[in-house]
């Protein structure tokens, strides 16, 4: 076990500065990071949350081109826009800056001088590809072609987001500028490479094992299933060589003579925002940032999704070491994907519950957005978020569970006592001993929870304080029992007000602004967290004031707009994301593309893989293995027996250590997704395609 730190540095990921935030970024890196900060900070820790606006790399560019803007005008527009709604979300940052500041320019800039006095990157010229036309070099995202793996004509130069392939531009099949359209060429440039092979076998013990330098550093046992498997299979494969400069105008200069007209890559530049943000707290707080960054009595957790587990866990603790001096993250908790009404998240296609939106649409609801996240976060798999069943949740849970109890309490409390908890006298029942001990049980399980960044089952754990209360209120209707038993119902409803503190003091890191309404009406100042047992929280005299409602439930009106809003942007996003016609090629060039129909004789999923299938066909002349992207949108019982269009002549290609055949054409829209394409009337395998 590692010891007990002096400090906790907390930090969620750094949110891309050229669009909204949404739910799944909120569920994914944000919600669950503050849950924990609020509840380290309610057992009197110290600890610092620090996030910021990740303002530099090719995407922001790329949408400034788009707009006709600036990319400053861009960051600064976003910036300000997912600012409040962090803040209106409740989400409770010490420090939320941004990497286009001078002070991140410095930082960034004396730690890659660090490295590279060090001798930790070494220069590589090779040949990238060049925009003619634009008279540039084109970084990753300003390519654009098809992937090798799945044929997805719209592949960037660094992943397939179709197929979810890494990739390098030379790897794409006819490349193609984002800029002008055209073809590029290839020409040199020099960069700055870090050699992630010269660190693999520490960082092989600090994944696997939670060791360093020979030392504990962490229990490997603490951390995520899928983050090691995914940390393991990058190294196992072998760790590459990562280009940390780029040929850009917008981002962090390259402070090295000659170095004119090249940049930080995005992804040494941005995780440094972590250390720059932290030092611009401490200059505002008085406190020492190189405490929390350079002292093994800190503990550094990273709050982030799964597709930025890589870079949290291997490049960025490869330039920490590689420094020298700076700590190593204790945990990084990454969290899944969360789906939205049966489909993937798609900001592209404004397939998206955007923050802003929901908290203008449903003010003064920031809890019952951060419950249905909490109930439904993406933990250890992906989860999905539909408008039902937030409906369901607040009303079925937070309105009916938490809301009644204490309205009731209250209600009753001010009926027969004028809002002044009685006396307690005679002795205890059952039931009362029972809802006190889960009370108890429950109150520990949240914190213990919580600790081990089990965020869904801490909330059931607070929301049982209620269950119970409402039990005990149900059973003994002490409305009743004050006629016969005025002792007893004295008693009862005075566990059952402590019940409602309970329960509030408990759903503070969840729902702070429910809390807040509970302990300012019941006119409390809440105790550390580990204070909570030692007394309960309301005495004998205490008084309290009026309750408001706390939670109004959601109609069926108001989620059928919802949705509706939601189909609306998918019909709109199809209108819109038509593929312009491509070039104009001539009659020979089309007569030697043999295309032709094909029966589909057997199907399976290909091992390891979400989206493909390994198909068997007959193309009339012979039989063929085909691999298809198509495994997210058909079954291999869908397809067997289909006759559908397919291009015979293509060159064989090997993917996932399949030699794939030719290809299965596909129709493809926003809205249906991928679809097979077959002749309106009855045609035989190998007939073709005029």
């Known amino acids: 076990m590692t010891k007990e730190p002096k400090r906790y540095l907390v930090t969620s990921a750094l949110p891309y500065a050229n669009g909204p935030l949404h739910i799944g ?32 790399g090719a995407a922001i560019t790329l949408r400034a081109k788009k707009e006709g803007k600036s990319p400053r005008e861009i960051v600064d527009y976003y910036h300000s826009l997912m600012h409040k709604a962090f803040v209106d979300l409740g989400i409770s940052f010490d420090e939320y800056h941004r990497t286009s500041s001078d002070e991140h320019r410095v930082m960034s800039q004396d730690i890659f001088l660090e490295l590279e006095k060090k001798g930790q990157f070494e220069v590589e010229t090779s040949q990238q590809y060049y925009d003619e036309e634009a008279h540039q070099f084109l970084a990753d995202r300003y390519i654009i072609g098809t992937c090798p793996k799945c044929a997805n004509d719209k592949a960037y130069g660094d992943q397939c987001e179709k197929c979810g392939s890494s990739l390098s531009p030379l790897e794409l099949i006819d490349p193609r500028s984002t800029l002008s359209g055209s ?55 072998g760790l590459q060589s990562r280009a940390m400069t780029r040929d850009l105008d917008w981002g962090v200069p390259v402070p090295l003579p000659g170095a004119e007209g090249k940049v930080l890559y995005v992804w040494l530049d941005a995780p440094i925002g972590y250390i720059t943000n932290t030092k611009v707290w401490a200059e505002k707080n008085g406190k020492n940032w190189e405490d929390y960054w350079k002292s093994d009595d800190t503990r550094l957790i990273h709050f982030i999704g799964k597709d930025n587990i890589v870079f949290h866990c291997i490049i960025f603790p490869i330039i920490l070491k590689a420094h020298g001096q700076f700590i190593l993250p204790h945990n990084v908790p990454a969290n899944e994907f969360m789906n939205l009404e049966g489909d993937k998240i798609s900001t592209s296609r404004n397939w998206a519950v955007w923050l802003h939106e929901y908290l203008q649409e449903f003010e003064g609801r920031q809890d019952e957005m951060r419950y249905v996240l909490c109930s439904i976060m993406p933990e250890q798999k992906d989860s999905e978020f539909t408008w039902s069943d937030f409906k369901d949740r607040i009303n079925n849970e937070l309105a009916d569970i938490v809301g009644n109890f204490a309205n009731r309490v209250f209600v009753l409390m001010h009926k027969f006592y004028n809002g002044v908890l009685p006396a307690i006298t005679g002795e205890a029942t059952e039931a009362e001993r029972q809802a006190s001990a889960e009370a108890r049980r429950a109150y520990h399980a949240v914190g213990e929870k919580i600790e081990h960044y089990r965020f869904r089952e801490a909330l059931a754990e607070a929301m049982n304080i209620a269950r119970a209360g409402n039990k005990l209120l149900t059973e003994t209707e002490p409305w009743k029992l004050i006629k016969t038993d005025p002792d007893a119902a004295a008693r009862i409803l005075h566990s059952c007000a402590n019940l409602v503190a309970d329960t509030a003091f408990c759903l503070q890191p969840f729902l702070p602004f429910t809390a807040e309404k509970i302990r300012a009406a019941l006119h409390l100042t809440w105790p550390a967290w580990d204070e909570l047992e030692k007394q309960a929280l309301l005495q004998t005299g205490h008084t309290i004031g009026q309750l408001p409602i706390l939670f109004t439930k959601i ?11 939601l189909e609306d942007a998918k019909l709109l996003a199809a209108s819109q994301n038509k593929a312009a016609i491509k070039d104009p090629i001539d009659f020979e060039t089309f007569q030697k593309m043999d295309i032709r129909l094909v029966k589909i004789l057997e199907a399976e999923a290909v091992p390891k893989t979400k989206k493909l299938l390994k198909l068997k066909v007959d193309t009339g002349v012979d039989q063929r293995t085909v691999v298809s992207g198509i495994a997210e949108h058909y079954t291999p019982e869908d397809v067997i027996g289909k006759t559908v269009l397919f291009l015979a002549n293509l060159a064989p290609r090997d993917i996932k250590g399949i030699k794939s055949e030719g290809m299965i054409l596909m129709a493809e829209n926003a809205v249906q997704g991928l679809s097979l394409v077959s002749a309106v009337k009855p045609m035989d395998a190998g007939d073709g395609v005029k």
Not at 188 to 193: A, I, K, R, Y
Request: hydrophobic share 35%; with cysteine; glycine share 8%.
């Open 555 to 565: 109609t069926d009106e108001e989620v059928a707009l919802q949705v509706k809003k």
């Open 25 to 56: 970024h909120i569920g994914g890196a944000y919600l669950n990071a503050d849950i924990y900060v609020r509840y380290l900070r309610s057992k009197g820790k110290d600890v610092v949350f620090i996030c910021g606006s990740d303002e530099h």
């Open 183 to 237: 073809k590029p060429i290839l020409k040199e440039t020099s960069h700055w490479f870090l050699p992630m092979a010269h660190h693999e076998s520490w960082i092989r013990e600090y994944i696997k094992d939670g060791q360093l330098d020979g030392h504990v550093h962490h229990d490997s046992k603490e951390w995520k299933a899928h983050v090691v498997g995914q940390c393991m299979s990058w190294i196992d494969g």
